[in-house]
């Protein structure tokens, strides 16, 4: 064998393309080393991504053409103040100016005021029950993906682009809420304009529709059917969330005992919200305002309120320096709310046939 070789060693076979190692520090993406890596969806979440990229990336363009609307609307505000101000001009010449400025914050907050509609019907509802109804959550589940983790990407995502968006909107018209109030552009606190648009609130509201519709999806298993009746759910959700508002925050009671006249009406914090008034009789009671109108049964207003001994106000109200506190209050029960729709949709998954 050596003289057929000349007495040298057999040469070692030259290695096909196909059986070629790849070096440990190429990553398989074909990158040039490890930090050149992009990142990339894998797996389950990049199926959940690519179902929902249209709805996604609608909401997250939508977020960013609004957000730069109300930028743009706040430095024309911005602009307008500083104008004004230095132009010695009447109080009710600078009012009528900022007008079209009061009437585009107004604007922005009631279109503020759908996004949790549109969260709960176009995102929430169909998010389990599309898949439901054409038959892709068996497909899912058939390639060795768990139950559980196949619901958990669904939700995250949804839930990450929800509380994205919101929370840039809400930072967004709070500050050009605060700088409109500090020019003279009222927006009381107290409304759903101003206290449901700022803060944690929108963000809340937004993921508890989605978590109900997510749901209503679940059990009807009909993709425009859950969105009908997600519709009403939220529209109920948003007139019970306009009725406890105000009951987040502690009442405070300010009376008086030097007269019923309109000039010894208690002076309230700037800001404060009134709840109630009502005189105050000698006794101790409270006497609604519309017992001594001017002219009722034909006696005058200083009359009636002698005859029932009037001798002061009493006054109801939440002042401004609560809003804060209310919001994460009523948003950490939204929260809650929310969670226990999760663990009945994850409890529901787990349990029952798809």
């Known amino acids: 064998m050596n003289a057929l070789t000349g007495g040298r060693a057999p040469a070692a076979p030259a290695s096909s393309p196909a059986s070629a190692s790849v070096p440990a520090s190429v990553p398989a993406s074909g990158g040039t080393g490890g930090t050149g890596r992009r990142f990339r969806l894998r ?10 990229r249209a709805a996604y990336w609608t909401v997250l363009a939508c977020t960013a053409m609004f957000t730069a609307w109300m930028l743009y609307r706040n430095a024309l505000m911005t602009d307008h103040f500083v104008k004004v101000g230095g132009s ?7 009012w009528e100016d900022s007008e079209p400025h009061l009437r585009a914050l107004f ?3 009631r ?5 949790p509609v549109l969260a709960g019907v176009l995102l929430g509802a169909p998010l389990l029950a599309d898949d439901l109804e054409k ?4 497909l899912a589940l058939s390639q060795s993906v768990g139950r559980v983790r196949w619901l958990s990407v669904k939700l995250g995502l949804g839930a990450l682009v929800i509380a994205a968006s919101t929370s840039v909107l809400a930072a967004v018209f709070g500050r050009w809420w605060r700088q409109a109030a500090s ?3 009222v927006l009381p606190w107290a409304s759903g304009h101003a206290f449901d648009n700022t803060g944690p609130v929108p963000m809340a509201l937004a993921l508890f529709t989605a978590a109900g519709g997510m749901a209503i999806g679940l059990l009807l298993r009909r993709t425009l059917l859950a969105m009908v ?22 009442t405070v009671t300010v009376t008086t005992r030097d007269g019923a006249g309109l000039a010894q009406f ?5 800001g404060a919200h009134q709840l109630s008034a009502a005189h105050l009789t000698a006794s101790g009671e409270l006497l609604d305002t519309a017992t001594c109108r001017t002219g009722q049964m034909g006696e005058p207003l200083a009359a009636c309120l002698e005859a029932h001994r009037v001798v002061g106000w009493s006054v109801d109200y939440l002042p401004a320096s609560q809003m804060h506190g209310m919001q994460w209050l009523g948003a950490a029960v939204l929260l809650a709310l929310t969670a226990a729709v999760t663990a009945f949709v994850f409890r529901r998954v787990r349990r029952h046939p798809l």
Request: proline fraction near 3%; charge should be negative.
């Open 43 to 52: 797996g389950v979440t990049w199926l959940v991504w690519r179902q929902h």
């Open 229 to 250: 009746v997600t519709l009403g759910f939220a529209v109920a959700v948003q007139f019970a969330w306009s009725g406890v508002r105000l009951g987040l925050g502690n």
């Open 183 to 185: 020019g003279g552009i």
């Open 135 to 138: 038959g892709t959550a068996k």
């Open 111 to 115: 279109a503020l005021g759908f996004v």
């Open 88 to 94: 010695g001009a009447a109080e009710e010449d600078r």
């Open 266 to 270: 208690p002076d309230l914090p700037e």
């Open 107 to 109: 604007d922005a907050a």
